[in-house]
């Protein structure tokens, strides 16, 4: 199997990145995380459950 | 000759309280509340089932030792599986929080269920924290190294040594998962006891 394929998309093995912005300072990795929490969380609200019956 | 009043066994007494506390139809129901037919409800579930994917690559990692883990391809595929197992416990974990949390998940006597799960979750931090001071990498050093700091400042350094990896591998593996299973167990039979909270 060619090795490049299970290679991560994003480069993890190099320098880490971070957001600094006077005294916010925070890895790339972690807002990344974050933000993709508060996302799910806010579709997990409006997104329509399969099956789920609309109220009358 | 009394009919009704059964043998005066500790066990007996513990069925009958067990079986007041938590009917069978209520301990396994076939059934929800049509709110819960929502996505903001499949949280807890994906924690636990993050949780039981944890529980199962540790079992294995613990099998075959840390050797193993650091060197062979396998090992290290149980090692990243349970790594990324426990970064989707804590995601879905955290979402669970904030949706419980904005229903006012305490409502309707639930006050022990949300006080279960808030423990758990201070327990788990405590759990994976010791699980990053045993990669026995640079990373752990690092952490080690300023924890040790800390721990010493609140005076629990001498009894909880985090530059002791065997001390650091049986919390990891033997002590705190312990408490996050029984505090887990104990926060789900009691939404089963009280029902799942309905929306607001």
Known sequence: MNVALLAAVVPLDGRPRYVHHGWFLISVANLVVIVAMIVVFALSIVVPFPGCRKRQ | ?200
């Open chain 2, 1 to 200: 000759m009394r009919t009704h009043d059964p043998a005066p066994t500790w066990t007996g007494r513990v069925r009958r309280a067990a079986v007041d506390t938590l009917p069978p139809d209520r301990l396994l129901p076939d059934t929800q509340p049509a709110y819960v037919q929502s996505w903001v409800y499949v949280f807890g579930v994906l924690t636990l089932a993050a949780l039981a994917v944890i529980l199962l690559s540790g079992g294995v990692l613990a099998l075959a030792g840390p050797a193993w883990w650091h060197t062979s391809s396998v090992g290290r595929f149980f090692n990243s599986m349970h790594l990324w197992s426990t970064e989707l416990f804590f995601f879905f974990m955290v979402v669970h929080l904030w949706a419980k949390f904005f229903m006012a998940a305490w409502r309707g006597r639930r006050a022990m269920t949300w006080m279960t799960g808030a423990i758990a979750f201070l327990v788990s931090i405590g759990t994976a924290f010791t699980g990053y001071l045993t990669q026995q990498n640079f990373d752990s050093q690092w952490i080690g190294g300023q924890a040790k700091d800390g721990l010493n400042a609140v005076g629990i350094g001498a009894f909880f040594n985090v530059l002791n990896y065997g001390q650091m591998l049986m919390w990891h593996i033997v002590l705190l998962p312990l408490a996050v299973a029984g505090l887990v167990g104990f926060h789900v039979l009691l939404v089963r006891r009280n029902g799942v909270v309905p929306p607001l």
